[in-house]
């Protein structure tokens, strides 16, 4: 059974700082693209950050030099870092697992994040 556990959110105030993980098991995420998606209310679930298998990372623009994706593989582990926050950050974050060349994607049950003051 596959299955991917989203931590670390919360609230925080404008310019703060959260790290986000995503704890999988039932995958070995060294095969996997990972991303993390972000819904806010009444808007569309969008891409903010991903990384391929070798490294290479891709972000939304809107978090670009503020948001950090990376892996930790031994640990089947993603994070997602996030700094200088504001109050369109807030959503609830995803992580997302995709295998492509096996139609294999999976999803986090997702993590509240709140920016406000």
């Known amino acids: 059974q596959v299955q991917l556990v989203e931590s670390g959110g919360g609230l925080v105030q404008p310019g703060g700082s959260l790290r986000l993980s995503c704890a999988t098991s039932g995958i070995t995420i060294s095969a996997y693209a990972m991303a993390w998606y972000r819904q806010a209310p009444g808007k569309p679930r969008e891409l903010v950050a991903a990384?391929?298998?070798?490294?290479?990372?891709n972000y939304a623009d809107s978090v670009k030099g503020r948001f950090t994706i990376d892996r930790d593989n031994a640990k089947n582990t993603v994070f997602l870092g996030m700094n200088s926050l504001k109050s369109e950050d807030t959503a609830v974050y995803y992580c997302?697992?995709?295998?492509?060349?096996?139609?294999?994607?999976?999803w986090g049950q997702g993590t509240q994040v709140t920016v406000s003051s």
């Open positions: 990384i391929t298998r070798s490294g290479n990372t």
């Open positions: 997302n697992a995709v295998r492509a060349t096996l139609s294999r994607n999976y």
